[in-house]
């Protein structure tokens, strides 16, 4: 296998060069029968998460951006132009498509291997948790790659659009040939991964639970694939398990207090700390982002007016959101702080090596306000105002439910253009999604399910200012099949 150039079987291995398993996985295919063992199952499940990130994706073509002006940043060295236009990215360096693509199938080549061992070898019980793991890390990374490169499923529609190619076995040819599926097709198979996996998870041990797919972590992903689904019992099931009696008490960020009294370098730790109860799964990355974009680098990003429109004003509850980020450049450029990046020496002596982030994929935040988002759906709205409320009260300084909860009346006086009260209570929680996850990459999700339009402004030298709609049906909400993908008969998204 070695020596060939890129499809999604070599992909796979050569993107696997930053895992644990790097050598092991270096030998030719015959050689993987050495996982023979529920300790070496274990060992290569650790490589079953995407070592890349899609925090530039998803963020630079949201509406969590804008561009601060010719002038800001560093043009030259900023990677995220085609981004911000919504153009096809080429190549696959950092934070790109392709390499989220490729970071993703490398996952769930992991995955498959080590299901393929558990079924040769007959491994005892003792090796169902790793199984469990594996099924829910490869539901997880289709899931990511059936999102971001073909179209976002659509509650009661037709789902037969192309969706991506659903891998479950380990490739044991060159030049092996995929099919595409359906977007329908892939989430029945995901769901058929997270059905089987998750109840394999319940009392698995691992020594640093919080990087792996736990029970509560697994529970929490299927919140978001049951939210795009529109299946809100399961929501509501899943998002209930995630702790005892579902109850988010003190489970969630405490952005209002504890991390509210931390220095900008305290926070940057804080928010991927592995013993804290709102973090439910940690990835490290290789990535830049942290760095290149969400700073003074980056042209388009977080700005003043961005700033402005969210943290900078006041929420349905009567109040803002408490802001834990930083400023720059008399305010044009505006640093949310919530990554750490690590860098790996690999000479210390020239000064080079590789960049890494930590990065919370599954919070409990996020599966909180997933549950309110389907108690409202189902017309429950007072457990979801409780579940809205409660998310609110972490974020709010001194909040006050009398003045601070939000009622039925108050969203609909807030949201004008809300025609019932489940849309205004809907748009609620919108806002403070995108106030709670800004530069995690949730906005973009939610801009997919509910069929959001993007406006991005475009400043010129002279101060022109001009303006482009992303549309819900335009094509380059689905980012592009790369290149390489063609080999193995994966066909492009249309343009």
């Given at each position: 296998m070695?020596?060939?150039?890129?499809?999604?079987?070599?992909?796979?291995?050569?993107?696997?060069?930053?895992?644990?398993?790097?050598?092991?996985?270096?030998q030719e295919p015959d050689m993987r029968t050495e996982i023979n063992t529920v300790d070496k199952v274990a060992k290569l499940v650790t490589s079953a998460y995407p070592g890349y990130g899609y925090l530039a994706m998803a963020e630079t073509y949201s509406d969590n951006v804008n561009d601060k002006g010719p002038n800001s940043g560093a043009p030259l060295l900023d990677p995220y132009v085609d981004l911000y236009r919504w153009n096809d990215i080429a190549g696959s360096g950092n934070n790109t498509p392709t390499q989220y693509w490729n970071g993703c199938y490398a996952a769930i080549?992991?995955?498959?291997?080590?299901?393929?061992?558990?079924?040769?070898?007959?491994?005892?019980?003792?090796v169902l948790p790793y199984k469990g793991e594996a099924l829910v890390a490869r539901a997880y990374a289709h899931f990511m790659l059936v999102t971001y490169f073909a179209k976002a499923y659509q509650i009661g529609k037709d789902n037969s659009s192309p969706g991506i190619p659903y891998v479950t076995q380990p490739e044991k040819i060159a030049l092996q040939q995929y099919e595409r599926g359906t977007v329908e097709s892939v989430y029945q198979q995901i769901q058929k991964d997270l059905e089987e996996g998750i109840p394999l998870l319940k009392g698995g041990k691992w020594k640093v639970p919080k990087y792996h797919f736990t029970y509560s972590a697994a529970n929490a992903f299927a919140t978001r694939f049951y939210l795009f689904k529109g299946d809100w019992d399961k929501v509501i099931l899943h998002a209930n398990e995630v702790f005892q009696n579902g109850d988010y008490t003190n489970n969630t960020r405490p952005e209002a207090t504890k991390i509210r009294d931390l220095t900008t370098a305290e926070r940057q730790i804080e928010y991927t700390k592995a013993d804290k109860n709102y973090n439910l799964l940690l990835a490290d990355t290789y990535s830049i982002y942290q760095r290149q974009s969400t700073g003074y680098y980056s042209r388009f990003g977080y700005g003043r007016d961005k700033y402005l429109a969210t943290f900078g004003k006041v929420t349905v509850a009567g109040a803002t959101f408490q802001w834990n980020g930083s400023s720059y450049a008399s305010s044009t450029h505006y640093w949310p702080r919530k990554y750490n990046e690590y860098f790996f020496y690999t000479n210390v002596s020239a000064g080079t090596g590789q960049p890494y982030t930590m990065v919370p994929l599954m919070t409990a935040d996020e599966a909180l306000i997933n549950r309110a988002e389907a108690y409202v759906m189902k017309n429950d709205y007072v457990n979801g105002l409780n579940d809205i409320n409660y998310f609110a009260s972490t974020r709010i300084v001194d909040f006050n439910p009398a003045n601070h909860n939000v009622t039925l009346a108050k969203a609909k006086s807030y949201f004008t253009t809300a025609q019932t009260d489940q849309e205004a209570l809907i748009e609620t929680i919108l806002q403070y999604k995108q106030l709670a996850f800004l530069t995690e990459g949730i906005r973009w999700l939610d801009i997919l399910r509910h069929r959001i339009p993007v406006v991005h402004n475009f400043l010129d030298i002279d101060g022109t200012e001009t303006f482009e709609t992303l549309s819900p049906d335009d094509n380059r909400r689905m980012f592009q099949i790369p290149d390489e993908a063609s080999i193995a008969g994966v066909g492009k998204n249309p343009r």
């Open positions: 070695k020596g060939l150039k890129i499809y999604i079987s070599v992909v796979i291995l050569s993107a696997l060069s930053l895992s644990s398993c790097e050598k092991y996985l270096e080549a992991s995955a498959n291997q080590a299901l393929a061992s558990i079924d040769e070898f007959k491994l005892d019980k003792s």
